[in-house]
């Protein structure tokens, strides 16, 4: 649906959507990493998944996130890997893994 806005690929084109399904998620990922955010768009995507198919029937609103379940499931799981990696919860900067840096002072 993302790539397809820009033409269809023809006999012997690659297909752009498979490497962009891969990189979309890492790059939003790279530029919003933080453990707490990205945490709950991977519940939600969880929950999108699971049970994703009997919710867009009662509550219309969500047909849009039942299509991108699978790239938001992937956000979600990026962000959260980005946010250890950043040591970022929901803004607070948190110490996980201590430096690995001597620092000597005096």
Do not use: W
Not at 1 to 17: H, L, Q, R, S
Not at 18 to 30: D, E, G, K, Q, S
Not at 68 to 85: A, D, I, Q, V
Not at 86 to 101: T, V, W
Request: charged share 10%; proline share 4%; net charge neutral.
């Amino acid at each position: 649906m993302i790539i397809d806005i820009y033409g269809v690929p023809t006999y012997k084109e690659v297909n752009p959507a498979y490497f962009a399904t891969v990189t979309f998620p890492f790059l939003f990922a790279v530029m919003f990493g933080d453990i707490g955010h990205g945490f709950l768009l991977f519940l939600m995507a969880s929950v999108l998944c699971l049970f994703g198919q009997s919710l867009s029937k009662r509550i219309k609103s969500l047909g849009d996130f039942y299509k991108l379940r699978y790239m938001l499931l992937l956000m979600g799981f990026f962000s959260t890997y980005c946010g250890f990696l950043y040591n970022d919860f929901m803004g607070i900067p948190l110490n996980l893994f201590g430096s690995c840096y001597n620092l000597i002072t005096g």
